[in-house]
């Protein structure tokens, strides 16, 4: 399935048929678990920002070549969704405009967000298996 985002979109979470629950659902989403299922990786992807010093520690790489690298990693995630969601904004800003790290945390959380509305789509389409352990009220 995929979804058309807009400014006004919004829709309700609910069980995908041959559920045995019926109604609403909350999903709780861990952005990077559902980011390794999404670009078929099996190890943790270097895209935080806040990190960014501790990916790369033994290339003690400047502040410049950190940001490359995150906005490499923002555009492999940005294209991994685009094969799920239509209408993304262009929201990874060109290297040349980025000056500084905190800069780029906004895109991280948008993206972050993005991941969490595809594992909404996913289970509105059956296609979600949860994790852990699960305790009704």
Same mark, same amino acid.
């Not at 490359?68 to 492999?76: I, K, M, P, S």
């Given at each position: 399935? &995929?979804?058309?985002?807009?400014?006004?979109?919004?829709?309700?979470?609910? &069980?995908?048929?041959?559920?045995?629950?019926?109604?609403?659902?909350?999903?709780?989403?861990?952005?990077?678990?559902?980011?390794?299922?999404?670009?078929?990786?099996?190890?943790?992807?270097?895209?935080?920002?806040?990190?960014?010093? &501790?990916?790369?520690?033994?290339?003690?790489?400047?502040?410049?070549?950190?940001?490359?690298?995150?906005?490499?990693?923002?555009?492999?995630?940005?294209?991994?969704?685009?094969?799920?969601?239509?209408?993304?904004?262009?929201?990874?800003?060109?290297?040349?405009?980025?000056?500084?790290?905190?800069?780029?945390?906004?895109?991280?959380?948008?993206?972050? $967000?993005?991941?969490?509305?595809?594992?909404?789509?996913?289970?509105?389409? $059956?296609?979600?298996? $949860?994790?852990?352990?699960?305790?009704?009220?």
């Amino acid at each position: 399935g &995929q979804c058309v985002l807009g400014i006004d979109a919004a829709w309700t979470a609910h &069980q995908p048929s041959g559920s045995d629950q019926a109604g609403p659902a909350l999903i709780e989403c861990y952005p990077h678990v559902a980011l390794l299922a999404l670009l078929k990786c099996d190890y943790r992807l270097p895209y935080k920002v806040s990190r960014s010093g &501790q990916y790369w520690k033994a290339e003690k790489l400047t502040r410049r070549e950190r940001i490359a690298r995150l906005l490499d990693q923002f555009r492999a995630i940005r294209t991994g969704l685009e094969a799920h969601i239509s209408g993304m904004p262009a929201l990874i800003p060109e290297p040349a405009k980025v000056s500084t790290l905190a800069s780029l945390k906004p895109v991280e959380d948008m993206l972050d $967000g993005l991941i969490c509305d595809w594992i909404g789509i996913e289970h509105l389409e $059956g296609r979600t298996v $949860g994790l852990g352990r699960f305790v009704r009220p």
